[in-house]
């Protein structure tokens, strides 16, 4: 039956062996032999991914066929590719794994199977078959026995370069995501959080399309009493780890949901963390989940030891561990939970202004859902000398391929169904700028994120902030009350309001350049400048 599989995409006259379903264990000793890695003192499997270091967004591409002409958001994130050309690099990659050593597994998207999809990766590396078999949802014996044909299938050529001049695209890497043929094809990087990545692109197309589910680029945690459900938005630097990883909660997953009539669940069964700098102290639970099983990419060892220097950032800042979820304590292996009571989205405003919580109305939800917003701060990256405002739609621009206004609405209709409650938490700075004013301690922001998870925020007296347009709490225990009220926090309140109307209006530039069909209700909502 695989022979058949294969052969219908286009691997055939086969010259190498093929592993079906490899356990861990298994996949780990071919990656071993075959050179593709190392062992580290704590049994994870270490491997380099060469050039690419993380994510190619030039090197990505939708296909752009009739069937999603008209469906599709294109734009400098999805960007079109023909048929043709799809066609012929699909040639390469196939005759390329036809005379190469294959790894095949067969995995699912969507922990809850009233909503799953069937994905098949076929890759020429060992180490990518185990990333995906530890961060995709792994059927039981009886769906692996009754799998049949896949839904998607990915095709994955890590060590093929492409010509490209002969091809017309960007470099010797691509990855095409073809909606009508139902593949993705992936050439020229060894980097696997494309492959990741690319199968939440498509559950982003298919799951508000065939399912009215609403993706999204979060995570997730549950009451184990309870079982109140609660999302957390956020993109890097902003906490969003570290909040949504409470000890006395169970963590539903750390990225990748869907938001159905039933609740939230898991698009993955694995984890794909951000190594750097890691700690037992800073992340007790990832740090002990980096052990046999688990794949860490470009994490320096030392030498002799190999131990990992999680600290040195010699071959990228984006060094990554990938494992199973079942390898946190406290994960809920089911991978799904109830309707959301609370939704936090996290931001990390480097400008100083934002409140450190505030409650959204509907309106002012979609608004912020859209925005993705938080700020990177000065020498974080060459060239930003200030802080330097950061908007990622639906805080997750690069995986979205519809109109960012559909999922908008589809989050608004959510909320007001199930009478969800939306709060911005500004994890950033208070005081004043980066440089002039401080971090907002820890403590304060677990307490306002316990008090909105609990219910308890909403006890107190809000009083509107009229130029962010949001309403803020002016009691949390645990928080002095100054801090709540960013304004109070400056010496100088007249330079308070000034860098307060300057972002409203990086706000409304964005909203205008961005999403010039928004709803007249949800960009009134947003901050107001003047």
């Not at 792994?138 to 890590?158: M, W």
């Not at 409650?421 to 208070?430: A, C, D, F, H, P």
């Not at 909403?458 to 002095?480: A, C, L, R, S, W």
């Not at 530039?509 to 007249?520: H, I, L, Q, R, T």
Request: net charge negative; aromatic share 10%.
């Amino acid at each position: 039956m695989i022979d058949d599989q294969l052969t219908k995409c286009g691997i055939k006259d086969r010259t190498g062996a093929v592993m079906i379903d490899g356990s861990p264990a298994k996949l780990v000793e071919r990656a071993l032999s075959r050179r593709e890695g190392k062992l580290t003192e704590t049994g994870a499997l270490s491997v380099k991914t060469g050039k690419y270091t993380g994510r190619s967004p030039e090197d990505r591409y939708i296909v752009d066929t009739p069937h999603v002409h008209d469906v599709i958001a294109w734009g400098s994130v999805n960007k079109p590719i023909s048929q043709e050309v799809y066609e012929d690099i699909k040639a390469a990659v196939c005759e390329h794994l036809s005379h190469h050593d294959i790894f095949v597994v067969h995995a699912l998207a969507g922990a809850q199977r009233k909503y799953t999809r069937k994905f098949t990766v076929i890759t020429e590396l060992a180490s990518q078959a185990l990333f995906c078999t530890q961060m995709l949802v792994r059927p039981s014996k009886q769906e692996l026995d009754e799998y049949g044909d896949p839904d998607f299938i990915v095709l994955s050529a890590p060590l093929l370069k492409l010509d490209a001049a002969k091809y017309g695209i960007h470099s010797e890497a691509a990855v095409l995501i073809n909606f009508e043929d139902r593949k993705i094809v992936i050439a020229g990087t060894q980097y696997s959080g494309e492959i990741k990545k690319s199968i939440f692109s498509v559950m982003n197309y298919l799951m508000p399309i065939e399912e009215n589910v609403l993706p999204m680029h979060s995570s997730c945690n549950m009451d184990p009493v309870t079982g109140d459900t609660a999302v957390f938005f956020g993109l890097s630097g902003t906490g969003k780890t570290t909040l949504s990883a409470d000890s006395s909660r169970a963590l539903i997953g750390d990225d990748e949901h869907g938001w159905s009539d039933d609740g939230v669940f898991n698009f993955e069964g694995g984890c794909y963390a951000k190594a750097i700098r890691i700690s037992y102290v800073t992340e007790p639970e990832i740090f002990q989940a980096i052990r046999f099983g688990a794949v860490s990419e470009n994490v320096v060892l030392t030498p002799g030891s190999r131990v990992p220097d999680y600290f040195d950032e010699t071959f990228t800042e984006n060094t990554r561990v990938a494992y199973p979820i079942d390898y946190i304590s406290n994960a809920q292996l089911l991978g799904y939970g109830g309707v959301p009571k609370v939704v936090i989205m996290l931001t990390a405003d480097a400008f100083g202004v934002l409140p450190p919580i505030s409650r959204l109305s509907r309106e002012a939800a979609m608004y912020h859902f859209v925005s993705g917003f938080t700020s990177k701060v000065a020498g974080t990256e060459r060239g930003i000398t200030e802080p330097t405002p950061t908007f990622s739609t639906l805080f997750g621009e690069p995986f979205m391929p519809l109109d960012p206004m559909l999922y908008a609405k589809m989050f608004g209709e959510r909320m007001e169904k199930y009478g969800t409650r939306v709060y911005l938490i500004n994890t950033g700075w208070t005081g004043g700028p980066h440089g002039e004013g401080k971090r907002i301690n820890l403590p304060y922001t677990r307490a306002m994120v316990t008090a909105a998870l609990t219910g308890e925020i909403e006890k107190t007296e809000f009083v509107h902030h009229d130029i962010f347009n949001v309403d803020v709490p002016q009691h949390i225990k645990g928080v002095p009350d100054i801090v709540l009220n960013p304004r109070q926090t400056w010496r100088d309140k007249e330079a308070y309001d000034e860098q307060a109307r300057k972002l409203a209006a990086m706000f409304e530039d964005n909203a205008a350049k961005k999403y010039p069909n928004m709803e007249d209700a949800v960009r009134e909502a947003g901050p107001h400048s003047k």
